[in-house]
């Protein structure tokens, strides 16, 4: 196994992979096994809301990826293979053979990945507000973030959460923008580390081997997202034979955030089909 295991203590435990990382996670709640792994911004923290609805059905493992949140660096380069690399270290830390993947955004292309390299580790994937490879669109956004984040990195922050929420749900939840501009990435190591998790976005495309993965997979998405629109999500579901593609009116690209429930919903409902569908039936 790519991790040394290490027994949960009070929920937490930690991922040691082979360039020196060491990633922090946590577990909650009994049941199938879902791993969350968060976008851009990497942290376990993103899903705090969501992970405890979803451990009153699941065992919910979540963790910092590497050189964020309470996570080190390592060695290795952040690229999106390296990083599905770090999930297998964490399901190995946990002791988990197989775990339905849930990623959003960044989390989703980080699981297309790891179900290309060990789809034997993964029972289904959830892909939310992700994508496939690519565009003018997210090629031009991408490049923009970049251009502010070398500049003025609290006006990256004050942009990136003003395009991820709807600005009605923003304006009532005022703390996140706050939080976000407070926390923006202050040294130059922090620049760097995001640099490098924006420049392994722009060099990932899926296209050429999506179609031959044979796992169950749900897509969600939000009508009004303007980081991932909604036609990736219909590029995504070309790309992925047989996967369902579910979309909210609203929410904006958080949307797990900003409609906790209707996520949660659609994210149990579906694992619980999939495990009805994959049970022995009786003779």
Request: glycine share 8%; proline share 4%; net charge negative.
């Amino acid at each position: 196994m790519s991790a040394v295991a290490q027994r949960a203590v009070s929920g937490e435990f930690e991922a040691h992979t082979a360039d020196g990382a060491v990633l922090r996670g946590c577990s909650q709640g009994e049941g199938p096994v879902l791993l969350l792994v968060s976008g851009i911004n990497g942290t376990a923290a993103f899903w705090d809301d969501n992970a405890a609805t979803l451990a009153r059905s699941f065992r919910v493992l979540r963790f910092d990826q590497r050189g964020m949140g309470s996570s080190t660096r390592g060695t290795a380069r952040s690229t999106i293979d390296q990083l599905a690399q770090d999930c297998l270290a964490v399901l190995d830390a946990a002791g988990v053979e197989r775990a339905v993947l849930l990623g959003h955004s960044t989390g989703g292309c980080i699981g297309l990945s790891l179900a290309r390299q060990a789809p034997d580790r993964l029972a289904g994937l959830i892909l939310s507000g992700s994508w496939l490879k690519q565009n003018r669109y997210m090629s031009a956004l991408f490049e923009t973030r970049l251009a502010i984040l070398d500049q003025h990195p609290r006006a990256y922050a004050a942009s990136a959460t003003l395009m991820a929420y709807p600005p009605t749900w923003l304006e009532a939840h005022w703390n996140v923008y706050e939080s976000a501009v407070a926390n923006a990435p202050a040294t130059n190591e922090e620049r760097q580390i995001m640099r490098e998790r924006i420049d392994a976005l722009r060099s990932f495309d899926g296209s050429a081997w999506s179609a031959s993965l044979t796992l169950p997979v749900l897509i969600l998405g939000a009508r009004d997202d303007m980081v991932v629109p909604a036609f990736l999500q219909d590029e995504l579901a070309a790309g992925l034979p047989g996967a369902r593609k579910t979309m909210l009116d609203t929410g904006g690209h958080y949307f797990p955030v900003s409609r906790p429930d209707a996520f949660t919903a659609n994210v149990a409902e579906w694992i619980s089909e999939i495990a009805a569908r994959a049970a022995p039936t009786g003779s």
